[in-house]
């Protein structure tokens, strides 16, 4: 496919993807400051394709969001052309389907093949790839013909040159945008098996980066090739990014760890004072809700040596991320912006709620109830009520029609019985308890029991009973269990979903 956007790779300075920092208001934040380009922090593939995708309203962000409603990946208009969105994956399939999960709202896609860690190594991704070319050729490939963003990749260098050199020209005829490559070595182990039984030897940030290495790389590949892992020895201001970047022969720098204390490394007019740049970090973290312990994990990179002042004690004692905002002398910051962001939140409520009156269906019978399960016995719930209840009358089973609200990502469901449609007036976290909802509707408009146990004597359970008896009985006589699939009993339902995550 050809590649429809500007985003481009030579004279560079790039945030690196780094854990737990590179979330979106770091990103926002050297953006600011100078930085060209900004990579998300890895995000594992089988985590991200459970996520949905959702327009935040409120913060006018998209968030892909985690069945247990954590965000996993946000991201907004303000980087939509400049953030990179890395991966770690180790199968071509699943690494296509989260780029183009994501592919619209980022501008390009990166693999993460350099990541020495055990929890990304042991399960084939990160470094580990580095063993296995005709696997990176494969997630590579696919990915460049799959989608119409640029990709690239993230490497370290192997033990020798030779074989980096051969591996990155590898690479190259897959047709990337660029390679990123960290300066330090990854030993790769033939045998996987010792590979997961033994400590791997990786270079750490206090070994010297091989600029040599980075050059012949660099020298070797026309794709534009990007120097990372230069804050321990090269860069320690602006200017020596540059340096860095010759030493190298590099077209573009890529920055941790120096990014990390001080993003304003990126400003070509030199560092702005610590104090103006954790504020600045901290009105983005509250501008998009960010989740209080990143934020003072970041905090905390910043303040270094700072960490056993008062202030650094206070910020380790926060639990909240009002407490920050104190820390730091912006509480009156926290409340404007929060208050701001309650109205708001307020007004897209009332519009939603008079567009869902205009648009209301008049022959809905609706009620406002909610599906508590506590109030019912095990297994057993109005949804079975109502399909046994349709059965015994001779109706078509139910069918439930469930919607999700965009702004605060709540479900309600409309289930139609018999021509006739019910739904509770109330919006629930789950789509199963919606669904629960619009039954106990149905079944409390026509009088039919809905399984309670104030009810008393409960048929269904009755009617489970004498089906395990049945069944223990054919088992002890020695006749065949196996039952088509048509004849299986009705009223078995997974509960374990209606256990809603809180929020």
Same mark, same amino acid.
């Given at each position: 496919?050809?590649?429809?956007?500007?985003?481009?790779?030579?004279?560079?300075? @790039?945030?690196?993807?780094?854990?737990?920092?590179?979330?979106?208001?770091?990103?926002?934040?050297?953006?600011?400051?100078?930085?060209? @380009?900004?990579?998300?922090?890895?995000?594992?593939?089988?985590?991200?394709?459970?996520?949905?995708?959702?327009?935040?309203?409120?913060? =006018?962000? #998209?968030?892909?969001?985690?069945?247990?409603?954590?965000?996993?990946?946000?991201?907004?208009?303000?980087?939509?052309?400049?953030?990179?969105?890395?991966?770690?994956?180790?199968?071509?399939?699943?690494?296509?389907a989260?780029?183009?999960?994501?592919?619209?709202?980022?501008?390009?896609?990166?693999?993460? *093949?350099?990541?020495?860690k055990?929890?990304?190594?042991?399960?084939? *991704?990160?470094?580990?790839?580095?063993?296995?070319?005709?696997? @990176?050729?494969?997630?590579?490939?696919?990915?460049?013909?799959?989608?119409?963003?640029?990709?690239? !990749? +993230?490497i370290r260098?192997?033990?020798?040159?030779?074989?980096t050199?051969?591996?990155?020209? %590898?690479?190259e005829?897959?047709?990337i945008a660029?390679?990123?490559?960290?300066?330090?070595?990854?030993?790769?182990?033939?045998?996987?098996?010792?590979?997961?039984?033994?400590?791997?030897?990786? &270079?750490r940030?206090?070994?010297p980066?091989?600029c040599?290495?980075?050059?012949?790389i660099?020298?070797?590949?026309?794709?534009?090739?990007?120097?990372?892992?230069g804050?321990?020895d090269?860069?320690?201001?602006?200017?020596?990014?540059e340096?860095?970047? +010759?030493?190298?022969?590099?077209?573009?720098?890529?920055?941790? %760890?120096?990014?990390?204390?001080?993003?304003?490394?990126?400003?070509?007019?030199?560092?702005?004072?610590?104090?103006?740049?954790?504020?600045?970090? @901290?009105?983005?973290?509250?501008?998009?809700?960010? /989740?209080?312990?990143?934020?003072?994990?970041?905090?905390?990179?910043?303040?270094?040596?700072?960490?056993?002042?008062?202030?650094?004690? %206070?910020?380790?004692?926060?639990?909240?991320?009002?407490?920050?905002?104190?820390?730091?002398? *912006?509480?009156?910051?926290y =409340? &404007?912006?929060?208050?701001?962001?309650?109205?708001? +939140?307020?007004?897209?409520?009332?519009?939603?709620?008079d567009?869902?009156? $205009?648009m209301?269906?008049?022959?809905v019978?609706?009620?406002?109830?909610?599906?508590?399960?506590?109030?019912?016995?095990?297994?057993?719930?109005?949804?079975?009520?109502?399909? =046994?209840?349709?059965?015994?009358?001779?109706?078509?089973?139910? #069918?439930?029609?469930?919607?999700?609200?965009?702004?605060?990502?709540?479900? !309600?469901?409309? #289930?139609?019985?018999?021509?006739?449609?019910y739904?509770?007036?109330?919006?629930?976290?789950s789509?199963?308890?919606?669904?629960?909802a619009?039954?106990?509707?149905?079944?409390?408009?026509?009088?039919?029991?809905?399984g309670?146990? !104030?009810?008393?004597?409960?048929?269904?359970?009755?009617?489970?009973?004498?089906?395990? $008896?049945?069944?223990?009985?054919?088992?002890? /006589?020695?006749?065949?269990?196996?039952?088509?699939?048509?004849?299986?009993?009705?009223?078995?339902?997974?509960?374990?979903?209606?256990?809603?995550?809180?929020?």
């Open positions: 496919m050809t590649v429809n956007t500007p985003l481009c790779f030579r004279g560079k300075k @790039i945030l690196a993807p780094m854990v737990r920092v590179g979330t979106l208001p770091m990103r926002l934040l050297a953006l600011d400051y100078g930085a060209d @380009i900004v990579y998300c922090e890895e995000l594992i593939d089988i985590k991200m394709l459970q996520c949905k995708r959702v327009i935040n309203e409120v913060l =006018e962000t #998209v968030d892909f969001v985690a069945p247990n409603e954590r965000i996993v990946f946000r991201t907004c208009e303000r980087e939509r052309e400049h953030v990179v969105f890395q991966m770690g994956s180790a199968d071509a399939e699943r690494a296509l989260v780029a183009k999960l994501v592919e619209n709202d980022v501008a390009g896609i990166d693999i993460n *093949m350099g990541c020495p055990e929890y990304s190594t042991k399960a084939g *991704m990160g470094a580990a790839l580095l063993s296995d070319p005709e696997k @990176i050729e494969s997630i590579l490939t696919t990915l460049v013909k799959g989608i119409c963003k640029p990709v690239t !990749c +993230k260098i192997l033990p020798s040159v030779e074989d050199v051969n591996l990155v020209k %590898r690479i005829k897959t047709g660029a390679i990123a490559v960290h300066g330090r070595k990854f030993l790769v182990l033939s045998c996987l098996f010792v590979c997961l039984l033994e400590r791997k030897k990786e &270079e940030p206090q070994h980066v091989h040599d290495v980075i050059k012949a660099s020298e070797a590949v026309s794709i534009p090739v990007i120097a990372n892992g804050s321990h090269f860069i320690k201001e602006h200017a020596d990014i340096t860095f970047q +010759k030493a190298t022969a590099a077209s573009s720098v890529m920055i941790a %760890r120096a990014a990390m204390w001080n993003p304003s490394i990126f400003r070509k007019e030199g560092f702005c004072p610590l104090k103006d740049v954790m504020q600045d970090y @901290i009105k983005y973290a509250v501008r998009y809700d960010n /989740h209080y312990t990143n934020t003072k994990y970041c905090l905390c990179q910043m303040l270094r040596e700072q960490l056993e002042t008062t202030q650094g004690k %206070r910020l380790h004692a926060a639990q909240t991320t009002q407490e920050i905002c104190e820390v730091f002398e *912006m509480g009156d910051f =409340e &404007e912006t929060t208050a701001v962001f309650e109205a708001k +939140k307020t007004s897209l409520e009332t519009k939603m709620q567009e869902d009156d $205009q209301e269906d008049p022959d019978i609706k009620m406002a109830v909610r599906f508590d399960k506590r109030e019912y016995p095990p297994q057993i719930t109005p949804k079975m009520y109502l399909l =046994e209840w349709c059965r015994k009358e001779k109706h078509p089973q139910p #069918v439930y029609e469930t919607v999700q609200r965009p702004l605060d990502r709540l479900f !309600c469901s409309v #289930v139609t019985v018999a021509e006739q449609k739904r509770s007036t109330l919006w629930d976290k789509k199963k308890l919606a669904e629960q619009a039954a106990i509707v149905c079944l409390r408009t026509l009088g039919v029991p809905e309670k146990l !104030c009810e008393g004597e409960n048929h269904l359970i009755n009617k489970r009973k004498r089906g395990d $008896q049945e069944r223990l009985i054919s088992r002890d /006589h020695g006749e065949d269990l196996a039952e088509p699939s048509h004849k299986k009993a009705n009223f078995i339902e997974e509960t374990s979903d209606l256990d809603v995550p809180k929020m």
